[in-house]
């Protein structure tokens, strides 16, 4: 069985730009979560998306927003990039509010 | 503000010791807890969970839950260098209503040959 995927691998953008990440969760689960890990930090979340719906948010900017498709596929974008948004950032899965799985995640760098 | 904490290292044990790794957490309602390993550059991986107090083993790995205290442990048996990596305690945000895992900043383990 497929893991969480994402695409792209790694990212690079420059101040002001906007970036756009993409997740496929594992099958059948319908809950996407979005985390970002700074180096040096912990693992912050974003989103969580459930049955298409934007569901909880953490403590980020409405700069950072997404959403999640029919097929609960989900896309992260990050509008006015700043350099402290670079960062690798994690998608993971889950059947309801279960275990979440991680996929390989996205590197964005931010020039 | 929920936090969970953990002892950052690194933690160093020779080739087949115990590795002990200690959490705890601030949140009384949290009901699902976790550890994931992570190896540089690389996402979280599940190692185990466990959701009532006592102990579940998987192999090498052992958690140990008590809620009363609000303390969760990871005991890795017969360590060896490839678990030389950063391990991970999350639980989940207010019982699991809020969806997302609350993540301390992680343990690092070197298992030394």
């Known amino acids: 069985e497929a893991g969480v995927t994402q695409s792209p691998t790694h990212l690079i953008k420059t101040r002001g730009q906007q970036a756009t990440l993409r997740c496929s969760p594992i099958?059948?689960?319908?809950?996407v979560y979005w985390y970002q890990q700074a180096l040096g930090l912990g693992l912050q979340f974003l989103l969580w998306?459930?049955?298409?719906?934007?569901?909880n948010r953490g403590n980020f900017p409405p700069r950072f927003s997404g959403r999640q498709f029919p097929n609960y596929s989900s896309e992260l974008n990050v509008n006015a990039l700043e350099l402290e948004d670079s960062a690798l950032y994690l998608c993971?899965?889950?059947?309801?509010?279960?275990?979440?799985?991680f996929g390989p995640g996205t590197r964005l760098t931010v020039l | 503000q929920k936090e969970v904490e953990q002892n950052s290292g690194p933690l160093s044990v020779p080739e087949g010791a115990i590795a002990s790794l200690n959490c705890t957490y601030s949140?009384?309602?949290?009901?699902?807890f976790f550890w994931y390993r992570q190896y540089s550059g690389k996402s979280p991986e599940l190692i185990m969970s466990?959701?009532?107090?006592g102990d579940k083993e998987d192999g090498r790995f052992t958690a140990q839950l008590n809620k009363a205290s609000q303390y969760v442990s990871l005991l890795i048996r017969d360590s060896q260098p490839s678990d030389s990596a950063t391990y991970l305690c999350?639980?989940?945000?207010?019982?699991?209503?809020?969806?997302?895992?609350?993540f301390g900043k992680g343990t690092k383990l070197s298992v030394k040959p």
């Open positions: 993971a899965s889950s059947l309801a509010t279960d275990t979440q799985y």
């Open positions: 099958s059948g689960h319908t809950s």
């Open positions: 998306y459930d049955e298409g719906e934007e569901r």
């Open positions: 949140d009384r309602v949290s009901q699902s």
């Open positions: 466990i959701y009532s107090n």
């Open positions: 999350a639980v989940n945000a207010n019982g699991g209503s809020q969806g997302n895992l609350i």
